[in-house]
C-alpha cells in the first residue's frame, strides 16, 4: 500500500508543537512508518516542498505579513496539499503572535502574523499550546487509516480563527449551555480559567489566545447560530 506524503510546514512560531509531536516517543516511530515524509526541516532530510502534490500538510506557526517567504509558502502548500492542517495555537487561532505588534530588534519590519485561514482555506484544526503529544498522534493516525469520525471534530470550521477565553462566555455560557464539565479550564496551558461554583471564571490578562478551551469545550460544537433561527 502507498504511504501517504505528509509534508510538515513551518512558519512562525517556536517549535514548541513540533516539540510535541516528538513527545510521542515511540509512537513517533509508527507515524514516521505510517507515512512517507516528504518535507521537514528538522525530522527529515527535506529541504524544500516536493514538486508535486502531498496528501498533508501539517502547518506549525502562524505567518507573518510582512515576510513574502511565509506568504509564498503557505500558498504553494495549499495549492499542493490535499488536506491542510493548522497545528497548533499560532496556525489555528494566531496563539500569542496576536500581541505582536514589530519594532523588536532583529527583524523589526515584522509586525503582522495571522493564522493561516486568513490567507487559505484549512481543512482541520489542533488548536493548543502546544497540542497534547496524544492528540497529534491520535489525528496522524486517524487520517492515514481514513477514521472520518474521529477527524470531525478538527474539521468543524468553527474551530479555526481567532478564539480567547471569552468565546466561552459569549457562545456557551451566555447562552445557557455550559454544563460545569470543567474541560476548558483542565485543557487551558495558562490556567486563565478556573471554576468556580461550577461554570469557568475567565482570567483574560492570562489569556494566550490558544483556542485549546473553545475547542475542548463539547458545547462549542453545536450550531448555536443555526438554532437561534429557528427559535420562535
Not at 41 to 46: R, V
Not at 63 to 71: A, G
Not at 147 to 158: C, H, I, S, V, W
Request: aromatic share 8%; hydrophobic share 40%.
Amino acid at each position: 500500500m502507498t504511504k501517504p506524503k505528509v509534508a510538515y510546514v513551518h512558519l512562525s512560531g517556536c517549535t514548541g508543537c513540533l516539540v510535541s509531536l516528538a513527545d510521542t516517543y515511540e509512537k513517533l516511530l509508527d507515524i514516521l512508518g505510517a507515512v512517507d515524509m516528504v518535507y521537514n526541516l528538522t525530522l527529515a532530510d527535506a529541504r524544500t516542498l516536493p514538486e508535486g502534490k502531498v496528501d498533508i500538510a501539517i502547518v506549525e506557526g502562524g505567518v507573518c505579513l510582512q515576510d513574502e517567504e511565509s506568504v509564498h509558502l503557505i500558498k504553494e502548500t495549499r495549492e499542493k496539499a490535499g488536506l491542510v492542517v493548522a497545528y497548533g495555537g499560532c496556525s489555528a487561532t494566531g496563539n500569542v503572535l496576536n500581541f505582536s505588534r514589530g519594532g523588536q530588534w532583529n527583524q523589526p519590519q515584522h509586525e503582522s502574523f495571522v493564522p493561516i485561514n486568513r490567507l487559505i482555506k484549512v481543512d482541520a484544526y489542533i488548536p493548543g499550546c502546544p497540542p497534547a503529544p496524544e492528540v497529534i498522534y491520535n489525528f496522524c493516525i486517524a487520517a492515514v487509516t481514513g477514521d472520518t469520525e474521529y477527524l470531525k471534530p478538527f474539521m468543524a470550521n468553527e474551530a479555526g480563527g481567532y478564539h480567547c477565553g471569552c468565546d466561552l462566555n459569549t457562545r456557551v455560557i451566555e447562552n445557557s449551555l455550559c454544563m460545569g464539565c470543567g474541560t476548558c479550564a483542565a485543557s487551558c496551558p495558562t490556567r486563565a480559567i478556573e471554576m468556580v461554583y461550577g461554570r469557568p471564571s475567565f482570567n483574560n490578562i492570562r489569556c494566550i489566545k490558544c483556542g485549546a478551551c473553545s475547542f475542548a469545550c463539547p458545547r462549542t460544537f453545536l450550531p448555536v447560530n443555526k438554532i437561534k433561527t429557528l427559535l420562535v
